[in-house]
């Protein structure tokens, strides 16, 4: 809900102008002379808005941040993930009750924040304070919604404090998580032969682009060989305990190439002859009463243990020589891998872009909501200097021989 009144000039007088929008998009600006006019009219056109997104019509003056939050984040919320909300709490308990709790929200100020964000950046990592800033902005903007404030005081704050990544630092940071080609092909080769049960996954992962998430949740039915098509439905979370919907809440179609046809059809058989094996050996303590519904199934038949893959990927990046050297702060110098499972995404998105692919269709596989996303991030990749095009629009020589000629 976005309802403020602003002063214009408008046919050389000055009004005021209650700007807002209704649930259609249409954009509404009704001018009035006077101030309190415009006001009555904004509190009329908020409360109306309030009743039909069915929501109470106001909260208490002396609502403190304990009050308001519990209210916003207190109960299920379909708009938001169940781990968004988690982290939201989290965030909250740890962090900002025990500071803003007994605090009115209407008394809470822009410098009031902006200190306490800045303090905190003396002693927890940016990532961490920018969650801080995450919650604090998205509670204080549902008090807007609930009159209880005339704007947000938390606006703007992430970029001064430059919480918000910036595109340089987004590009520096995926071009350090994506492997050449000759590193994916390294690493794969040393998949083959020391991690064989998820060097398939992983071979599907460098040819897809899928999130980590996604992959360890793909179905043998997501699969449609005959049109090289592969169907992302859901995801699974970070520590293996919740399937959720995709980033960005809906599906989408991913293309496969002849290689990642030719793979998938080779692991779908693999996947029979292990059932038939785990029927026949009664040793085994993991057997297959009926073939895992999960395509790349752990050897239990379930989902993968995301903490185990991970564990799996440093091993192998380790032993094909894909590290670097780590200093601590007691001044040692440990090798950790270079990479990780989220960096044979970045590995797609950058041979795709280096090879020339159109960079709308490579943000459509990746599944990004908006082409800007792709450029930020991948922007590194992208070829502005290429002249292949500049000839495009020239006429054809035949035609341009006729032309001659009657001259």
């Given at each position: 809900?976005?309802?403020?009144?602003?002063?214009?000039?408008?046919?050389?007088?000055?009004?005021?102008?209650?700007d807002?929008?209704?649930?259609?998009?249409?954009?509404?600006?009704?001018?009035?002379?006077?101030?309190?006019?415009?006001?009555?009219?904004?509190?009329?056109?908020r409360?109306?808005?309030?009743?039909?997104?069915?929501?109470?019509?106001?909260?208490?003056?002396?609502?403190?941040?304990?009050?308001?939050?519990?209210?916003?984040?207190?109960?299920?919320?379909?708009?938001l993930?169940?781990?968004?909300?988690?982290?939201?709490?989290?965030?909250?308990?740890?962090?900002?009750r025990?500071v803003?709790?007994a605090t009115?929200?209407?008394?809470?100020?822009?410098?009031?924040?902006?200190?306490?964000?800045?303090?905190?950046?003396?002693?927890?990592?940016r990532?961490?304070?920018?969650?801080?800033?995450?919650?604090?902005?998205?509670?204080l903007?549902?008090?807007?919604?609930?009159?209880?404030?005339p704007?947000?005081?938390?606006?703007?704050?992430g970029?001064?404090?430059?919480?918000?990544?910036?595109?340089?630092?987004?590009?520096?940071s995926?071009?350090k998580k994506?492997?050449?080609?000759?590193?994916?092909?390294?690493?794969?080769?040393?998949a083959?032969?020391?991690?064989?049960?998820?060097?398939?996954?992983?071979?599907?992962?460098?040819?897809?682009?899928l999130r980590?998430?996604?992959v360890?949740?793909?179905?043998?039915?997501d699969?449609?060989?005959?049109?090289?098509?592969?169907?992302?439905?859901?995801t699974?979370s970070?520590?293996?305990?919740?399937?959720?919907?995709?980033?960005?809440?809906?599906?989408?179609?991913?293309?496969?190439?002849?290689?990642?046809v030719?793979v998938?059809?080779?692991?779908?058989?693999?996947?029979?002859?292990?059932?038939?094996?785990?029927?026949?050996?009664?040793?085994?303590?993991?057997g297959?009463a009926?073939?895992?519904?999960?395509?790349?199934?752990?050897?239990?038949g379930?989902?993968?243990?995301?903490?185990?893959?991970?564990?799996?990927f440093?091993?192998?990046?380790?032993?094909?020589?894909?590290?670097?050297?780590?200093?601590?702060?007691?001044?040692?110098?440990r090798?950790?891998?270079?990479?990780?499972?989220?960096?044979?995404?970045?590995?797609?998105?950058?041979?795709?872009?280096?090879?020339g692919t159109?960079?709308?269709?490579?943000?459509?596989?990746?599944?990004?909501?908006?082409i800007?996303?792709?450029?930020h991030?991948?922007?590194?990749?992208?070829?502005?200097?290429?002249?292949?095009?500049?000839?495009?629009?020239?006429?054809?020589?035949?035609?341009?021989?006729?032309?001659?000629a009657?001259?």
């Amino acid at each position: 809900m976005n309802v403020r009144v602003t002063r214009q000039r408008r046919r050389r007088a000055k009004v005021w102008v209650v700007d807002w929008t209704d649930r259609e998009g249409k954009r509404h600006q009704p001018q009035f002379e006077t101030k309190e006019a415009a006001e009555a009219e904004e509190e009329r056109i908020r409360k109306t808005l309030r009743a039909l997104h069915g929501r109470a019509p106001e909260l208490p003056e002396d609502t403190t941040w304990a009050g308001l939050f519990e209210r916003v984040m207190g109960g299920e919320r379909g708009d938001l993930k169940p781990r968004t909300l988690e982290t939201y709490r989290e965030i909250d308990a740890q962090h900002l009750r025990p500071v803003f709790g007994a605090t009115v929200v209407r008394e809470l100020t822009r410098l009031q924040l902006l200190e306490f964000l800045r303090a905190r950046l003396t002693r927890y990592s940016r990532n961490t304070v920018r969650l801080m800033y995450a919650t604090v902005h998205v509670v204080l903007a549902e008090g807007v919604e609930y009159g209880l404030l005339p704007g947000n005081p938390a606006a703007g704050i992430g970029k001064k404090l430059k919480l918000t990544t910036k595109t340089k630092a987004r590009q520096d940071s995926a071009e350090k998580k994506a492997m050449t080609r000759e590193e994916r092909d390294k690493f794969l080769i040393t998949a083959e032969r020391q991690a064989t049960w998820w060097a398939p996954m992983w071979t599907v992962q460098t040819l897809t682009g899928l999130r980590p998430g996604e992959v360890y949740a793909l179905e043998e039915a997501d699969l449609d060989l005959e049109h090289r098509i592969l169907r992302v439905e859901r995801t699974l979370s970070d520590d293996g305990e919740r399937v959720d919907t995709p980033k960005g809440g809906a599906g989408r179609k991913v293309d496969l190439s002849n290689e990642a046809v030719r793979v998938l059809r080779a692991h779908l058989v693999h996947r029979r002859e292990e059932k038939l094996r785990r029927g026949r050996e009664e040793k085994l303590q993991r057997g297959w009463a009926v073939l895992p519904r999960v395509l790349f199934c752990s050897t239990a038949g379930g989902y993968p243990d995301p903490a185990g893959v991970r564990e799996a990927f440093r091993r192998v990046c380790t032993k094909a020589g894909l590290t670097r050297e780590l200093r601590g702060e007691d001044g040692a110098v440990r090798v950790v891998p270079r990479f990780t499972p989220h960096g044979l995404r970045h590995t797609y998105a950058a041979l795709h872009l280096q090879a020339g692919t159109d960079v709308y269709y490579v943000s459509r596989m990746l599944g990004h909501a908006d082409i800007t996303l792709t450029v930020h991030t991948y922007g590194a990749w992208l070829r502005p200097d290429r002249r292949d095009g500049v000839d495009v629009l020239d006429r054809a020589p035949a035609t341009r021989d006729r032309q001659e000629a009657r001259a």
